[in-house]
């Protein structure tokens, strides 16, 4: 369990958020064009990684917002949290 | 040569104060060359290598472990074993791995504690009626014993349940597979550990894998804490890591590591002979041979590789335990934890070949790998042995995510994912 700073909120227990996955996949632009391939890569594939990763979350029973995180997932550590449509800060 | 386990053996190492036991695996140092290697020395991993030696006549193989065999989530789940799956494919591979479950502490000459006590899965609502019976019908078909049972029955066969129409989520019904059961999880991990052992297939514990080395398309050896190992063929067997490994090797996969947690209570005498799942709920519980409730929770829905899992999930859980059994209601629970599962977006295991030559994927178990174990290792076996999959496991291959052709468990199987 952690503590997570919502942008809108301040900070709040981690149960008031759900996760929304990875973030900065992007919608295709041209979906008619695209092979399965590319579709398997867009819809399923996943970097699920071991370290710092970015990811979607949603103040679920708060503002309702939602944001993104930067997290290392070996140790739950929050990293950065910004708000959708702003860079992901560099490492 | 490897001596049997009889009740001969064990007079006679009574007799000398159980100090001559025979160690029941090696610990071998690593050689340059193998011809598979297996990564990932959980129970799904030593099956594989015990039935490569045993049924493909590879005996040149190696299991590498990066810290002790069954240390992962073979040691970490609430070991029940069923396969009343919706799908003719889940079906299939299930119902393979329990009739192995059937003659294993025979064939390993291990007693696994294999107990047939039956799983009921319970019905709350109309949709879960529904569900259930078509679950029981699909099951018929396929030959797998299922049964759906009234409420008065689901009380006579576990008359500690609440079943009182008043509570929040009432129990409406639900399904009891007789030959289902649990086994004792650690017993699965070291009785093929001692069987693959016995037939000349090195387990490398303290061995983390740390690169893969490909030369082209092909796969040439791995890169480990204990040096470089040759090897043409590579079964990765990493259950949460696999997403790790499958980077090292520049390979993507569908699957989401989270955190699933189970907890046990104090030991008392039995009160619970059976299992008892219930999926709108999401509480499932049964008992030890110790006599601790087993008492297994759902996962996080974010990616984590801690081990440890949120309170709340803990709580709602126990909750539920305790509206469906207010019995346990002064209960204390002893011990909680948490297991890395990998989930894969229609919550059915991948056994397949890769894009790599050489390089094969057995994952995605998400979080009801255990009960699968032995078919598992055994359809995976003769997947790297053929450098083809099973009929069994054709269906469960990597590409399905790109044709579309998902084995969609995710709503169907017994408890939510």
Same mark, same amino acid.
């Given at each position: ?5 919502c ?70 550590e ?14 | ?75 970490r ?15 299939g ?27 009921m ?5 109309l ?25 008065e ?8 349940? %609440? ?10 019904? /639900?399904? *009891?597979?007789?030959? !289902? @059961? =649990? ?24 061995c ?36 790790v ?33 219930? %999926? ?10 110790? /006599?601790? *409730?087993?008492?297994? !929770? @759902? =996962? ?22 305790l ?27 991948i ?44 269906a ?18 017994a408890v939510?994912?």
């Open positions: 369990m952690f503590l997570i700073n942008p809108y909120c301040g900070e709040r227990d981690q149960q008031e958020f759900k996760a929304g996955g990875e973030a900065h996949i992007e919608r295709p632009k041209q979906p008619t064009e695209l092979s399965d391939d590319e579709w398997a890569e867009y819809l399923f594939m996943r970097k699920n990684i071991k370290g710092v990763q970015f990811e979607r979350w949603n103040h679920a029973h708060g503002c309702r917002k939602w944001f993104n995180m930067v997290r290392d997932t070996s140790n739950d929050i990293k950065a949290i910004y708000k959708m449509g702003e860079k992901p800060p560099t490492q | 040569m490897r001596n049997r386990y009889s009740v001969f053996s064990l007079i006679k190492n009574a007799l000398s104060y159980h100090e001559n036991w025979q160690r029941a695996w090696k610990d071998p140092a690593p050689k340059k060359e193998y011809d598979a290697v297996i990564v990932g020395g959980g129970g799904h991993g030593l099956a594989t290598a015990y039935y490569l030696a045993k049924k493909h006549n590879m005996n040149n193989i190696a299991v590498v472990e990066k810290g002790w065999i069954g240390g992962g989530n073979t040691g789940n609430t070991t029940i074993i069923r396969s009343n799956y919706l799908w003719d494919a889940s079906a591979l299930y119902d393979h791995a329990l009739k192995i479950w059937e003659g294993l502490s025979q064939e390993l000459n291990y007693n696994v504690m294999f107990s047939q006590r039956g799983v899965n319970l019905a709350h609502n949709q879960d009626v529904r569900d259930l019976k078509r679950r029981t019908h699909a099951n018929r078909l396929n030959g797998i014993d299922a049964v759906y049972l009234s409420t029955e689901v009380k006579k066969f576990c008359p500690i349940i %609440n079943t009182s129409p008043d509570i929040r989520y009432p129990v409406l019904g /639900g399904t *009891l597979q007789r030959r !289902a @059961g =649990t086994a004792r999880h650690d017993a699965v991990a070291w009785g093929y550990a001692r069987g693959a052992d016995a037939m000349g297939v090195d387990i490398i514990q303290n983390e894998v740390k690169g893969i080395k490909r030369n082209g398309d092909s796969v040439e050896g791995i890169e480990t804490t204990k040096g470089f190992i040759k090897t043409k063929k590579v079964g990765v067997v990493a259950a949460g890591h696999s997403s490994i499958a980077n090292m090797a520049g390979l993507r996969l569908p699957l989401e590591s989270k955190p699933l947690q189970a907890l046990v209570s104090e030991p008392v005498k039995p009160i619970i002979d059976t299992v008892v799942m219930s %999926n709108a709920v999401h509480a499932y519980v049964s008992q030890s041979d110790k /006599g601790e *409730l087993v008492i297994g !929770a @759902g =996962t996080d829905d974010y990616v984590s590789y801690t081990q440890k899992g949120s309170h709340q999930i803990v709580e709602g859980t126990l909750n539920a335990i509206e469906l059994y207010p019995i346990f209601s002064r209960m204390r629970m002893l011990r909680q934890w948490g297991g890395i599962v990998d989930i894969c977006p229609d919550a059915s295991p056994l397949s070949k890769t894009s790599i030559k050489g390089l094969y994927f057995n994952c995605g178990w998400g979080t009801g790998g255990f009960k699968a174990t032995p078919g598992s290792g055994d359809l995976f076996a003769h997947t790297i042995a053929n450098d083809e999959p099973h009929k069994l496991n054709a469960f291959n990597l590409n399905r995510f790109v044709s579309g052709d998902l084995v969609d468990e995710h709503g169907a199987a939510a994912h």
